[in-house]
């Protein structure tokens, strides 16, 4: 089983939509959870640290369950240039960082 | 606004020769990383290193890896013999304690 699995999509959305990414962990004895934002051949950016008791920053809000061992990521009003691969990630307690596969955002127009 | 810096973005070498990989860390983080993306593929960790040693390394990072902080600045990855399958993106990370980890801009490895 995959340590942390994302579907890879990709979704593809008007300009203006709301979308939803889901992720889900493996290893209950994960302490960190992040959202990074990778364009194509380019480094991963932190987008946000994710928290149980959910947080937003502007048009994003991530939401830990660790009952479920589940990350979300939702979008509001989305962008043309949020289009990028959005990585769901988990630390431990050594802050290693362990990264999903990816799912792809496309918006159009 | 402070960033990781990686030189060279890319690195083109012959099959069996070393390669170093460098990286200027954030100045005041405390703990450094490299990983590795396979194009087409995940992330994936190879080393970090905290307080002078590697704290943790993964299966990637076989004896053909090592990692040295040389000076108060640099962060450099070596790989003693390269093969093909070594190619790859290779990024450097910091953190401080209990912050997020800041990625360099990556170096672009193609192994001939």
């Known amino acids: 089983r995959k340590e942390v699995e994302q579907d890879p999509g990709p979704f593809n959305v008007p300009e203006g939509a709301t979308v939803a990414f889901n992720c889900t962990y493996s290893?209950?004895?994960?302490?960190?959870f992040f959202w990074y934002r990778q364009d194509c051949r380019k480094e991963p950016k932190l987008l946000m640290s994710?928290?149980?008791s959910g947080n937003e920053d502007g048009r994003f809000t991530a939401q830990l369950n660790r009952a479920s061992q589940y990350i979300s990521l939702l979008i509001r009003d989305s962008k043309l240039s949020d289009s990028a691969t959005y990585l769901c990630v988990s630390g431990d307690s050594s802050y290693k960082l362990i990264f999903g596969s990816g799912t792809r955002l496309l918006v159009r127009p | 606004e402070p960033e990781v810096t990686q030189t060279p973005s890319h690195q083109v070498t012959q099959m069996g020769q070393e390669v170093i990989l460098r990286c200027v860390p954030i100045?005041?983080?405390?703990?450094f990383y490299w990983y590795r993306q396979i194009l087409g593929q995940k992330v994936e960790f190879l080393v970090s290193?905290?307080?002078?040693?590697?704290?943790?390394k993964s299966e990637i990072f076989d004896d053909q890896f090592s990692v040295e902080r040389p000076d108060g600045s640099n962060f450099t990855l070596k790989i003693r013999s390269t093969k093909l399958e070594d190619s790859a993106m290779y990024f450097c990370?910091?953190?401080?304690?209990?912050?997020?980890?800041?990625f360099g801009q990556g170096t672009r490895l193609t192994v001939v």
């Open positions: 290893n209950s004895a994960s302490q960190s």
């Open positions: 290193f905290y307080n002078n040693e590697i704290s943790e």
């Open positions: 100045s005041n983080h405390l703990y």
């Open positions: 990370a910091s953190s401080g304690v209990n912050t997020e980890a800041f």
């Open positions: 994710v928290y149980s």
